[in-house]
Nanobody
């Protein structure tokens, strides 16, 4: 059974930091490209960052470059998203996604709210 379980969301003040985690099971994590997406209310889901299966390549949306860092540990079947200097416009549900060959798996999402 495939599972992607996100955690680490919450309420944070502008300028603060959060670290999201996504623990995977049920497929070959080390062969998968992992991504973080987000969806704000009344907006389409958008790609935030992705990381290659080996972790050697990463890419970010322009809106989060420098502030966010994606990383992974294949021994722990885990991918993280470190989010610094958070802004109110970062408020969204954040989703973890795995691309394993032509198959896509999604987590259930974790809410991030940036507000004073």
């Amino acid at each position: 059974q495939v599972q992607l379980v996100e955690s680490g969301g919450g309420l944070v003040q502008p300028g603060g930091s959060l670290r999201l985690s996504c623990v995977a099971s049920g497929f070959t994590f080390s062969n998968s490209v992992m991504s973080w997406y987000r969806q704000a209310p009344e907006k389409e889901r958008e790609l935030v960052a992705w990381i290659s299966s080996t972790g050697t390549t990463t890419n970010y949306a322009d809106s989060v470059k420098v502030r966010f860092t994606i990383s992974r540990d294949n021994a722990k079947n885990t991918v993280w998203l470190q989010m610094n200097s958070l802004k109110p416009e970062d408020t969204a549900v954040y989703y973890c996604r795995a691309a394993w060959g032509s198959v896509l798996y999604w987590g259930q999402g974790t809410q991030v709210t940036v507000s004073s």
